[in-house]
């Protein structure tokens, strides 16, 4: 693993979120597109090998396969874009403004959702054989999530949103942290052992993530979740997007960047410590 060291790869974090700034709209969406559904594939996965083996922590151990594949093939998640383009921003990069990162969490959210509905649908019609049968297996667990994940919360009122939103800030930090550990190192065997590892806290602590989100309560709709599209937007995916940004950019991109790229200034060696340091050394000596 050839490491990158932290002002070098903070370096990087921050042209990361220029460049994606200043991406077209056609390759934005595609990236975005490709990494909801490549992601929502790695949960539906991860939910399969869970019920079969009846292990949550074999489905988490494997999960991080989709987030790997994704990024290292260079396509975009709403929980990655939060973390980088506002460095973009506060460093003044050119062409990045307000706006311009608006725009394109926009369009990162837009493409992720058009991602994971699609599999969800596909997935739908997998577990269902064309919606001829009740769903199997691993189509009532899907269900199940979305209803313990919307209706659970809601049945604790304010508490119940409190917990969801500080999910929401747990998971991206995890995974965010995941995408910058992979920036630490130049081959990819360093990028996935870096990648690997958070992902695997964030997904067997039940963290909240936005676009795994997008896959599984849809799905558990299309197979008959006992929940509605506001249970699931006004109980999960909305506090859940707050929180992932909350998250990401708190805990890992302006913790990053305040001590690494705008580095405080150092202390000012006393006289009497210089003094004390010298005769240290004579004594070495």
């Known amino acids: 693993m050839s490491y990158v060291s932290p002002p070098d790869f903070?370096?990087?974090?921050?042209?990361?979120?220029?460049?994606?700034?200043?991406?077209?709209?056609?390759?934005?969406?595609?990236?975005a597109y490709m990494a909801g559904a490549i992601l929502?594939?790695?949960?539906?996965?991860?939910?399969?090998?869970t019920v079969q083996t009846g292990n949550a922590l074999v489905g988490a151990l494997l999960f991080p396969v989709g987030f790997s594949i994704l990024y290292l093939l260079g396509f975009d998640l709403l929980t990655g874009v939060f973390t980088l383009v506002p460095l973009a921003l506060i460093d003044k990069r050119p062409g990045v403004t307000w706006r311009s990162m608006l725009r394109n969490w926009g369009l990162v959210f837009t493409g992720n959702l058009a991602g994971a509905l699609t599999v969800a649908l596909m997935m739908s019609v997998v577990v269902t054989y064309g919606f001829a049968v009740d769903p199997n297996e691993v189509g009532q667990r899907l269900g199940e999530i979305g209803e313990d994940r919307t209706l659970g919360y809601a049945q604790y009122g304010a508490a119940g949103m409190l917990t969801l939103f500080v999910?929401?800030?747990?998971?991206?930090?995890?995974?965010?942290?995941?995408?910058?550990?992979?920036?630490?190192?130049?081959?990819?065997?360093?990028?996935?052992?870096?990648?690997?590892?958070?992902?695997?806290?964030?997904?067997?602590?039940?963290?909240?993530?936005?676009?795994?989100?997008?896959f599984l309560f849809p799905t558990g709709l299309l197979l008959g979740g006992?929940?509605?599209?506001?249970?699931?937007?006004?109980?999960?995916?909305v506090p859940t997007v707050v929180g992932n940004l909350v998250g990401g950019l708190t805990f890992v991109g302006l913790a990053l960047y305040t001590t690494h790229a705008r580095t405080g200034r150092p202390r000012a060696v006393l006289p009497r410590q210089a003094d004390v340091r010298e005769r240290g050394a004579e004594v070495a000596r």
């Not at 006992?226 to 995916?237: A, H, I, P, R």
């Open 10 to 31: 903070v370096t990087k974090m921050i042209d990361a979120g220029q460049s994606k700034v200043l991406m077209s709209t056609r390759d934005t969406l595609v990236r």
């Open 40 to 49: 929502a594939l790695a949960a539906a996965f991860a939910v399969t090998v």
């Open 167 to 214: 999910r929401g800030v747990l998971c991206n930090w995890m995974v965010s942290t995941g995408v910058v550990g992979a920036m630490l190192s130049t081959n990819v065997s360093g990028k996935v052992i870096a990648m690997w590892m958070p992902i695997i806290v964030f997904f067997y602590m039940g963290f909240e993530h936005s676009v795994v989100n997008m």
């Open 226 to 237: 006992s929940y509605s599209l506001l249970d699931y937007l006004v109980w999960n995916e």
